[in-house]
């Protein structure tokens, strides 16, 4: 793929973001953070990672956002309150802190990168990543918990 196309997806992608950070109305947002990871996948596969595209389909773009949608309808709470100026700032100097420590971490990392197989792949996340792999799938299962036991206590 082409340069142009590379950067018009990554333009695509932080404007939802964006969206879906500054979002009053919640499904608005929940919507915008599956967009953004849909559009992630298709960053991936631009960069030649079916396999990884395809995880990131199936696990970020879909089951998240499906499973937000379900918290955000059993608690129903739709919107947010608008953020402070403190928070405001204190978001744009995390921001720009991750900035500076990824263009630190590109300019002095390694330049080759090695294509891996879908078995590698495997055997990392069921060896090396099996511990925070499992402390997301628990944390997720919470939230949904969490959901539920508040959409009883308003409704009883």
């Given amino acids: 793929m082409s340069l142009t196309a590379f950067y018009l997806l990554a333009v695509f992608i932080i404007a939802f973001a964006v969206i879906a950070v500054t979002a009053t109305n919640m499904v608005r947002a929940a ?7 849909f559009l992630i996948a298709g960053l991936y596969l631009m960069l030649g990672s079916p396999t990884l595209a395809a995880i990131q389909f199936m ?10 949608l379900f918290i955000i309808m059993m ?18 100097i995390a921001a720009a802190a991750v900035l500076g420590f990824l263009r630190a971490a590109v300019e002095h990392g390694e330049s080759q990168t090695t294509a891996a197989s879908t078995a ?18 628990v944390l997720l299962l919470l939230a949904m918990v969490g959901a539920i036991a508040l959409a009883r206590r308003r409704a009883g």
């Fill in 120 to 137: 590698v792949l495997g055997e990392g996340l069921l060896s090396a990543a099996l511990l925070p792999f499992e402390v997301a799938s």
């Fill in 31 to 37: 919507f915008s953070l599956a967009v953004t990871f």
């Fill in 59 to 68: 696990v970020n773009a879909s089951a998240i956002p499906i499973m937000t």
């Fill in 75 to 92: 608690t129903q709470s739709r919107t947010t309150p608008t953020p402070r100026l403190w928070q405001m700032t204190l978001g744009f």
